[in-house]
């Protein structure tokens, strides 16, 4: 999950436009003037509309990125928007007021993008992937040996077949067993968009969704937490969020500074590499819809 430039007086003046701009396409008129004074830096007007959560929406319990993350939003949920800031951040009622920036909501569902990937970005994600499709050893994987492999070796193995080519439509697909072949058609039958993709873009964009989930988690360990930085370091993601949920830190916030103090000594030491966080324990919901809570994690490279 990548943020936008925070430092940017233009991005700022940006998303006050844009935020301006979907208020008055949903219909809706702001106050003239400003109600609410938030810490020493920003304004509040009054609104209400409804807008809907992108993909990776993030709420935080003031509207700027060094606040407190309070929860997370899945994509396409309909959105209670009571606020707009004065630096282009909803202020938003989820039960308790939080915010989010401006180019989190849209006016309408997006739905399920159908990217559509370039050569040059293709090869730039696949960048380093062990050459499984140049040797006999791809073509020797079962559907067994597939559906035991972890998140990172399974990203491995998707991509050797992007980098095959042509190989495309004989990958595996873990959560079902079936060939990509299989899959695509299914989709196709469903969504006709998906029939003007090629074989090869259909499974990066597949990748894509599974690499993005890959990082969400939750980990359960410091062990699962470390596998995950090591995952978005081996696929150049400089900064992304995951959630950390374990029976023995609970949200004792002196053992989870423990735990992310020792991961930091522990890659610093194996890949020589620097990361920060921010960490707040709050509500996400899971791949099912539920709601569940946990310690979640912004991690930043560098």
Do not use: H
Request: hydrophobic letters at 35%; glycine letters at 8%; aromatic letters at 12%.
């Amino acid at each position: 999950m990548r943020r936008k430039d925070r430092k940017s007086r233009i991005a700022g003046l940006c998303l006050t436009a844009l935020a301006a701009g979907l208020l008055t396409g949903a219909g809706v008129q702001t106050s003239v003037n400003a109600t609410e004074l938030i810490g020493t830096q920003y304004t509040v007007e009054e609104t209400s509309a409804i807008l809907y959560s992108c993909k990776g929406t993030v709420a935080y319990a003031s509207p700027e990125f060094t606040a407190p993350m309070v929860t997370t939003i899945n994509a396409n949920l309909p959105v209670q928007v009571v606020g707009i800031t004065s630096n282009g951040w909803f202020q938003i009622n989820l039960g308790t007021i939080c915010y989010v920036p401006g180019y989190s909501l849209t006016q309408e569902p997006t739905g399920d993008a159908k990217v559509i990937y370039t050569e040059q970005e293709i090869q730039s994600f696949i960048k380093g992937t062990y050459a499984f499709y140049d040797s006999e050893k791809l073509a020797s994987f079962s559907v067994d040996d597939v559906e035991e492999m972890d998140a990172t070796m399974y990203l491995r193995y998707v991509d050797s077949f992007l980098a095959g080519y042509g190989l495309a439509a004989d990958c595996i697909i873990q959560e079902t067993g079936d060939t990509l072949q299989a899959m695509y058609e299914e989709a196709s039958a469903e969504d006709s968009e998906y029939s003007y993709m090629s074989m090869r873009n259909f499974l990066a964009l597949y990748r894509n969704e599974y690499l993005e989930q890959s990082y969400w988690g939750p980990c359960m360990s410091a062990d699962e937490l470390k596998i995950t930085l090591n995952r978005a370091l081996r696929y150049g993601e400089k900064e992304f969020i995951t959630v950390y949920k374990n029976a023995a830190v609970g949200s004792d916030k002196t053992k989870m500074n423990k735990v992310m103090s020792e991961l930091k000594e522990i890659m610093l030491a194996e890949q020589g590499v620097m990361f920060s966080y921010q960490m707040s324990y709050g509500s996400y919901k899971t791949q099912e819809g539920n709601t569940a809570s946990g310690w979640i994690l912004e991690f930043t490279k560098g």
